[in-house]
Nanobody, 128 residues
Framework: QVQVAESGGGLVQAGGSLRLSCIITGLPFETYDLAWFRQVLGSEREGVSC????????AYKDSVKGRFTISRDNPKNTLYLQMNNLKPEDTAMYYC?????????????????????WGQGTQVTVSS
């Protein structure tokens, strides 16, 4: 059974930092591209960042480029999202996602695909 567990969310002031973590078990972690999505209540879920299975390539939503960094530790089955210089508009529930699709993160339309596995999310709130 696949389990996806995010952690690291919280309340932070604008300009602050948070590091999200996601542990995925029950699947061959190193064979999946991974991503972070976020959703504000009442809005559609949007892709924030993705990373290829070996961590060689990553892609980002334009508004987070230069502030967020995605990374992964395959031996630990863990995905990370380092978020710096947070802004109130970054407030959302953040979800970890796993994609079995080959070359998922290398596709220009990576943000439009549905993953095989989602987590329950971790809330990030940025106050002004």
């Amino acid at each position: 059974q696949v389990q996806v567990a995010e952690s690291g969310g919280g309340l932070v002031q604008a300009g602050g930092s948070l590091r999200l973590s996601c542990i995925i078990t029950g699947l061959p972690f190193e064979t999946y591209d991974l991503a972070w999505f976020r959703q504000v209540l009442g809005s559609e879920r949007e892709g924030v960042s993705c990373i290829t299975r070996r961590g060689v390539y990553a892609a980002y939503k334009d508004s987070v480029k230069g502030r967020f960094t995605i990374s992964r530790d395959n031996p630990k089955n863990t995905l990370y999202l380092q978020m710096n210089n947070l802004k109130p508009e970054d407030t959302a529930m953040y979800y970890c996602a796993a994609f079995r699709m080959g070359d998922y993160c290398a596709r220009p339309s990576w943000r439009t695909y549905d993953p095989e596995h989602w987590g329950q999310g971790t809330q990030v709130t940025v106050s002004s």
